[in-house]
């Protein structure tokens, strides 16, 4: 054996995510390691929670990185939030619904599925029809920000329904958050978890949550121990709490920590309404080259994300390939399908550092080479243009 | 609000972990960023794998890294092998014992403690006598390398026992691997968990773990579901399996498994019996010039890591002053006691990158300084000299 260092190439990543990360990002995670109750690092945290609230716009006190990827960061939210016997209503529009009736369901509760088309945005009125059939439904949960389709729903709407009928709300915003509007308390969201990789351009593994008091109140009056002893909130609060002394719970990630601190204070420095704004130029950019060059969008058009387009693979063409030239010709990653969209869609994210100009006209101009060198049913050598003429505009 | 990016201070971790990291991981870390399907990262993660089964010395082929700290490897484990109604023995001789225990519990599982003295090794006749008491356990748990008081225990020992008994056995070898033998085929551990902030001195964040074939049938035939959808092996082997196609499970934390990549390069470039060597020769000058000092240790010298040296506060002297001297005074970190031991002991570690006999003399010199001036009841100025005797021999 005589494995040596690995060096990556340079991609650009636009798929899914994890998304571009910037250098500032990366120079931040290979600053010095120090203690996780150092009281400099200590000081870091608080800036971490006030630079979370912003991004999330809510003075939850509790609001802080998990120390591991988004599906951590949903888990903490169901195993914290669901007892067991606790019926849950689960609105899913994709594959990440889902993965909350699976963590619903290993947490003890009853999961009551709401189904809507993937590719559209949640139905509220679907969700009052089930609140009305299940008056003892505890808790409401749903994604914002469906990252296997790029559907966007009304959080705020689902919300106020849920609340009309006394529920916690759980919502996924790991795709939205910092690349699409997240209000966190004018919306009176209980329960989120994000992904530090998606719009926040930071590295994968760490997951931003935030807990109104309303759930905190549920966590404290619990009847039963959270089942993870990583993830109980009682206890990591010991350590992320307000409280002026820190108590040891896990040791934290403290150069992925560093890392999301840079992205934060990058995301301030840009203002969050002016990354939303660029995040939906960059969108229709992107949208006008598409549609030039003869490409179709899943999800209709009052539904979309800017920063996840799903766009569905042209019939005769094959997906893999098509995947494959632009990692392998143009160093650059778009995403497949996923559950029952693989090989029918492709997902092109335009997510934080890399939702740039650049980055649109290269996707455009690489595609169009592409999908041109097999054949593909489209129209050639326009789609740069029109991308560059929205961004003129 | 404005904040500004984080700029830690350089200094020496010779606390319990996080431990010094060399400048070769945390560059690794300042990587590009590349997907977690990408085919060249799908790569690196194969040697990943293999880095890791050397330092485990294992030909487990479900050895790999948990996408999250210690804390949450040793969940992994327990989820994983403990259902509901499993009787489980715990030896506890430390904090991580306890927490083994609320591991148990949590998962429905019923904890038999088997309680040793802090600062002593695990009594594999108590645990006989347990297994004897109570012929229906599943699982035998213990901590190889108890971080709270700098104990170890006869792993191998303790692993035959419990198989008589025909129990799986869970060991905790955080602070152990890398540092002081691990063989986890030799010594037949059926499931592991460690932390790469250790002796392997990557950045805190990740928890590589091992399973026999023994505890994946275990896994395989369980009547019920992992409570955890983050944790169940089941699902995560989908992504880090030996499979020809990888599948999306959770983002992986592409740029902290750069570092923990470059980490075991280095530990597979210096060689583990060397590293083993290394640890146990800078212990000894440590000890040297402790003992020269009049400081005692907790551990007798038979049961003593010598990557964790946990000693003895001199009567009188205040605990977190002299812990405050050296942070501020020589940039050193140490830590404090746990639990029981609060105030009445620090834990001095020599672990992986940090375990230097440069260190070691700073240390010294610093601690000879402090305590000098709160005058404490030690000889001054011979400390430093007794540890360069032992470098030099």
Known sequence: MAIKSFHPPQRILMGPGPSDVSSRVLEAMSR?????????FVAMMDEMKELLKYAFQTKNELTMPVSAPGSAGMETCFVNLVEPGDKVIVCQNGV?????????ERCGGVAVMVQDEWGRAIDPQKLEDALKANPDTKVVAFVHAETSTGA?????????VAHQYSCLTIVDTVTSLGGSPVKVDEWDIDATYSGSQKCLSCTPGLSPVSFSARAQDKIKSRKTKVQSWFMDLNLVMGYWGAATKRAYHHTAPINALYGLHESLVMLQEEGLENSWARHQKNHLALRAGMEAMGLQFVVPVAERLPQLNAITVPDGVDDAAVRAALLNDYQLEIGAGLGVMAGKVWRFGLMGYACTPR??????GALDDVLGRLNAPIRRGVAVAAAQKVLAG
């Open 32 to 40: 010095p390691t120090i203690g996780h109750l150092d009281p400099m």
């Open 152 to 160: 966007q729903s009304d959080a705020k709407t689902l919300v106020g």
């Open 96 to 104: 990440f619904g889902g993965r909350m009736k699976e963590n619903v």
């Open 359 to 364: 980055n649109v006209l290269v996707c455009l």
